[in-house]
C-alpha cells in the first residue's frame, strides 16, 4: 500500500463517520446477543406478538430519542421531556374537550370534516406547546450562554407544573374514538400505529441528519463549534431548532399516548428524558459531540426495552429493571469515555 493510499485509509479511519459506523455494529450486535440470551432463557420472548409488543413500547421513546441524539450530537441535553410530554398531551385533550363541548355534539358521534377539524386543532395545540418551550430551551441557552442542563431542569419543572395547574391534578378523559384510534389503530390489524408513527419519523430524521446541509452542520458544530463558526455556520440557530425539533416531538409523543390511555393525564412521561439520553448513549452517540448516528439510537431504544420485556416475561421483579438499565447506561457511558480519550491520544501523538 503506498503512502498516499495508507493517509487515505488513516483519514477514513478516524472520521466522525467510521467512528459511528464502528459504535453501530457494536450496539446491535449487543442487542443480538442479548436477544439470544433472553429467547434461550424464555422461549416465549421470540415471538412475533412479543416482538410487536417491544417495538410499540419502544416506539414513542425513541422518537423523542431522536431528538435527543441531534441535540446531544451538538454537546447539548434536554431534561424537559418529561413536562412537554404532560403539558402538550393535557392541553390536546383539553382543546378536544372545549370543542367539543362548545359543538354541544356527542363527541362519541363526531364525524366527517368536523370531526376532523377539532381533532387537528386539538393536536396542533399540543404540538405548539413542543415547539415553543424547545424554542425557550434553545435560545435560553444560546443567547444567554445558559447550561441547557439547567434550562432544560427549569422547563421540566414549569411544564409539569402547568399540566398539574390546567386540571389540578385530574384527568381528562376523551371519548372521540377519532382521536383514540391515533393510539389505538393496528395497521393491517397487526402493527400497532405507534410503529408505523416510528418509522416514518425515523425515515424524516435519518434524511434530515444524513443528506442535508443542517444535518452536516450538526456534526461540524459536534465536532469542533468554533471552527464551524469560523466557517460561517450559525451555530445558534441550529443548536435552537434542534430543541424545536425535540420538542415537537416530546409533544406528539405526549399526544399519542394520551390518545392510547384515552385520556389526558398529567404524570406521563416520568423518566421520558432519561430513556431517551439512555437510547442515544447505548446507541453510540457520544456525549463529547460529532458522534452518533439515528440508526443507533433506534437500536438504543429498543435495547433498553428488550430488557424491560425479558426481565418481566422471566418474572424478574420489577424493581430490579430500574437497576439492569442502569447498569447497562454506565457501561455504555464508560466505553463512550474510554473511546474519546483514546481518539484524544492519538490525535496528541501526530
Not at 23 to 51: D, H, Q, S, Y
Not at 319 to 336: E, F, R, S, T
Request: include cysteine.
Amino acid at each position: 500500500m503506498n503512502k498516499t493510499a495508507k493517509e487515505r485509509l488513516l483519514r477514513i479511519t478516524d472520521s466522525s463517520n467510521w467512528a459511528s459506523f464502528k459504535n453501530l455494529w457494536g450496539v446491535l450486535c449487543a442487542l443480538i446477543v442479548m436477544c439470544l440470551i433472553v429467547a434461550i432463557i424464555e422461549p416465549k420472548f421470540a415471538t412475533m406478538g412479543n416482538t410487536l409488543i417491544i417495538l410499540r413500547n419502544a416506539s414513542v421513546n425513541a422518537m423523542i430519542a431522536f431528538g435527543m441524539t441531534f441535540v446531544i450530537l451538538m454537546g447539548g441535553i434536554d431534561l424537559s421531556v418529561p413536562g412537554v410530554m404532560a403539558s402538550a398531551g393535557m392541553i390536546s385533550t383539553g382543546v378536544l374537550q372545549l370543542l367539543t363541548g362548545k359543538s354541544n355534539l356527542d363527541p362519541g358521534n363526531l364525524g366527517g370534516v368536523h370531526a376532523a377539524g377539532i381533532i387537528f386543532v386539538a393536536i396542533m395545540a399540543g404540538l405548539l406547546v413542543g415547539l415553543a418551550v424547545g424554542f425557550f430551551n434553545g435560545f435560553f441557552s444560546t443567547k444567554f450562554k445558559i447550561a441547557p442542563f439547567i434550562v432544560t431542569l427549569g422547563t421540566n419543572y414549569i411544564t409539569g407544573g402547568v399540566a398539574l395547574l390546567l386540571t389540578k391534578g385530574s384527568v381528562i378523559a376523551v371519548r372521540t374514538p377519532q382521536f383514540i384510534l391515533m393510539g389505538t389503530t393496528l395497521a393491517g390489524g397487526v402493527v400497532p400505529v405507534q410503529i408505523v408513527y416510528l418509522l416514518i419519523i425515523f425515515l424524516v430524521m435519518f434524511v434530515i441528519l444524513n443528506n442535508t446541509k443542517y444535518g452536516r452542520r450538526i456534526f461540524a458544530i459536534g465536532g469542533n463549534e468554533q471552527a464551524a463558526r469560523y466557517s460561517g455556520i450559525s451555530a445558534d440557530r441550529i443548536k435552537i431548532s434542534s430543541f424545536m425539533i425535540l420538542g415537537v416531538l416530546a409533544a406528539f409523543g405526549g399526544i399519542i399516548t394520551c390518545a392510547r390511555l384515552q385520556s389526558g393525564q398529567p404524570k406521563i412521561g416520568t423518566n421520558a428524558e432519561l430513556d431517551a439520553i439512555a437510547a442515544a448513549i447505548l446507541g453510540g452517540t457520544s456525549f463529547t459531540g460529532g458522534i452518533g448516528t439515528l440508526t443507533g439510537t433506534l437500536i438504543g431504544a429498543i435495547m433498553l426495552y428488550v430488557i424491560q420485556n425479558g426481565l418481566n416475561l422471566m418474572a424478574v421483579s420489577q424493581y430490579w429493571q430500574p437497576v439492569a438499565k442502569g447498569a447497562v447506561i454506565l457501561i455504555a457511558v464508560y466505553v463512550d469515555v474510554l473511546k474519546y480519550t483514546r481518539r484524544r491520544k492519538k490525535r496528541q501523538t501526530r
